[in-house]
């Protein structure tokens, strides 16, 4: 049974019901447009900043006001008035004190514009180059920068803060923000903030269909991945960029938005991933040379052929903040699962119904090869929860040969 979306969130992102079925009416994609704003940002010495001994007096502790920094706007997508409006929000945050380097933050943001009321994530940040310039130079005056990306509604872009952050650190590290750039580089990289950072999810969810519980197995079990004969874009959204020295990376962006990294404990991670790397089917290979992905040495078990039901369902309604949704959903319900396995194996250490509970658990939750593997890293170092878990791996082959 699939967990509903919390409350509130039907209304926003269209929830997904029991079972994997999506909800019977439909509301049409939520997100309408989107937009962009990028601001220069400057601080000015505060009045009385420094006093006649020369000491910081007035400058310690101090916060922004009006009169302290100014906004000019670099590029935009937004009509001049509803720009005004969004100048005056971030002029408001910044005078709070609100902004702080490199942190992104996300609001509702009325402005004069179609869809009125919408998600804003905001950002202050400076470019990599000039931060250690700043540093030595303890220059107030250094460039930075302020960018504003809206869209869809605060709930929807809350669930991708950490996809905007890394989509804000790439415009930090390797573009040129200078004038004579903004046209060719950095007006592009702006105007694709939703497709390149939300919609990567949705577009694997089309491109697979049927063939996502495959994807959502090798998730939950740090089954390495590899991509053969994807164009740049498909290669894109499946890879993990986090090393681009790796070519067809064994890590891809969909499995580390669904795996239970920083759910599970790191070391468990870890060991696990040298498990399945060691197991003798190694990774699952995705072949993209044709007009479908083929998938070899791939695996999957109920628990994920029901999840990929409710992603094929919520594919009907084309909103990408429901297919987040319907992830962090996924994650959340595999968590639920390897606590309860844990605290029945800890009952069965002393108890032998316990361990009976443990095993008709394991045979009906949909997802017993994953939690039974899960569970074995983490009480390798545990002799009595060891032995429980050696029973359950000789119930659970003796019943899968019957």
Same mark, same amino acid.
């Given at each position: 049974?699939? $967990?509903?979306?919390?409350?509130?969130?039907?209304?926003?992102?269209?929830? =997904?019901?029991?079972?994997?079925?999506?909800?019977? #009416?439909?509301?049409?994609?939520?997100?309408?447009?989107?937009?962009?704003?990028?601001?220069?940002?400057?601080?000015?010495?505060?009045?009385?900043?420094?006093?006649?001994?020369?000491?910081?007096?007035?400058?310690?502790?101090?916060?922004?006001?009006?009169?302290?920094?100014?906004?000019?706007?670099?590029?935009?997508?937004? *009509?001049?008035?509803?720009?005004?409006?969004?100048?005056?929000?971030?002029?408001?945050?910044?005078?709070?004190?609100?902004?702080?380097?490199?942190?992104?933050?996300?609001?509702?943001?009325?402005?004069?514009?179609?869809?009125?009321?919408?998600?804003?994530?905001?950002?202050?940040?400076?470019?990599?180059?000039?931060? #250690?310039?700043?540093?030595?130079?303890?220059?107030?005056?250094? $460039?930075?920068?302020?960018?504003?990306?809206?869209?869809?509604?605060?709930?929807?872009?809350?669930?991708?803060?950490?996809?905007?952050?890394?989509?804000?650190?790439?415009?930090?590290?390797?573009?040129?923000?200078?004038?004579?750039?903004?046209?060719?580089?950095? =007006? $592009?990289?702006?105007?694709?903030?939703?497709?390149?950072?939300?919609? $990567?999810?949705?577009?694997?969810?089309?491109?697979?269909?049927?063939?996502?519980?495959?994807?959502?197995?090798?998730?939950?079990?740090?089954?390495?991945?590899?991509?053969?004969?994807?164009?740049?874009?498909?290669?894109?959204?499946?890879?993990?960029?986090?090393?681009?020295?790796?070519?067809?990376?064994?890590?891809?962006?969909?499995?580390?938005?669904?795996?239970?990294?920083?759910?599970?404990?790191?070391?468990?991670?870890?060991?696990?991933?040298?498990?399945?790397?060691?197991?003798?089917?190694?990774?699952?290979?995705?072949?993209?040379?044709?007009?479908?992905?083929?998938?070899?040495?791939?695996?999957?078990?109920?628990?994920?052929?029901?999840?990929?039901?409710?992603?094929?369902?919520?594919?009907?309604?084309?909103? *990408?903040?429901?297919?987040?949704?319907?992830?962090?959903?996924?994650?959340?319900?595999?968590?639920?699962?390897?606590?309860?396995?844990?605290?029945?194996?800890?009952?069965?250490?002393?108890?032998?119904?316990?361990?009976?509970?443990?095993?008709?658990?394991?045979?009906?939750?949909?997802?017993?090869?994953?939690?039974?593997?899960?569970?074995?890293?983490?009480?390798?170092?545990?002799?009595?929860?060891?032995?429980?878990?050696?029973?359950?791996?000789?119930?659970?082959? #003796?019943?899968?040969?019957?």
């Amino acid at each position: 049974m699939l $967990p509903a979306l919390p409350d509130g969130d039907e209304r926003e992102l269209e929830s =997904s019901e029991e079972g994997g079925g999506a909800a019977e #009416e439909r509301r049409p994609e939520r997100h309408g447009r989107t937009y962009h704003g990028l601001y220069g940002y400057r601080r000015s010495a505060p009045q009385g900043a420094a006093g006649g001994d020369g000491s910081a007096g007035g400058a310690v502790g101090h916060t922004p006001s009006t009169e302290d920094f100014s906004l000019s706007l670099l590029d935009t997508n937004l *009509p001049a008035e509803a720009e005004t409006e969004l100048r005056s929000f971030i002029a408001k945050r910044l005078t709070k004190g609100a902004l702080f380097e490199g942190m992104g933050n996300v609001a509702s943001v009325a402005l004069s514009i179609p869809e009125g009321k919408v998600g804003c994530y905001y950002c202050r940040f400076q470019q990599e180059s000039l931060l #250690e310039m700043a540093t030595l130079e303890s220059d107030i005056n250094a $460039p930075e920068y302020v960018v504003c990306f809206l869209g869809g509604s605060e709930k929807g872009l809350e669930l991708f803060r950490l996809e905007l952050d890394k989509y804000i650190q790439n415009l930090k590290i390797n573009l040129d923000l200078e004038q004579k750039n903004l046209e060719a580089c950095v =007006s $592009p990289y702006l105007r694709s903030w939703f497709e390149d950072a939300i919609c $990567p999810i949705q577009r694997v969810v089309q491109l697979f269909q049927d063939k996502l519980a495959s994807l959502l197995h090798a998730a939950l079990s740090y089954t390495p991945v590899e991509v053969k004969n994807a164009d740049e874009r498909t290669e894109k959204d499946i890879s993990s960029v986090q090393d681009k020295e790796l070519t067809r990376a064994f890590c891809v962006r969909f499995l580390a938005a669904a795996s239970l990294q920083g759910l599970v404990q790191e070391g468990t991670m870890t060991s696990l991933c040298i498990a399945m790397t060691e197991e003798q089917h190694k990774s699952m290979v995705i072949d993209c040379s044709g007009p479908q992905p083929q998938l070899h040495n791939a695996g999957s078990n109920r628990f994920c052929e029901d999840w990929m039901q409710a992603f094929v369902n919520g594919a009907e309604g084309g909103n *990408p903040f429901l297919f987040r949704q319907i992830l962090e959903n996924f994650k959340l319900k595999a968590i639920q699962d390897i606590n309860n396995l844990k605290r029945f194996i800890r009952q069965a250490e002393m108890n032998h119904y316990a361990l009976f509970k443990c095993y008709l658990f394991l045979k009906n939750c949909g997802s017993g090869d994953i939690l039974l593997k899960i569970v074995k890293v983490e009480h390798a170092e545990m002799p009595e929860a060891r032995n429980v878990v050696t029973v359950l791996e000789e119930f659970m082959r #003796e019943t899968s040969v019957a």
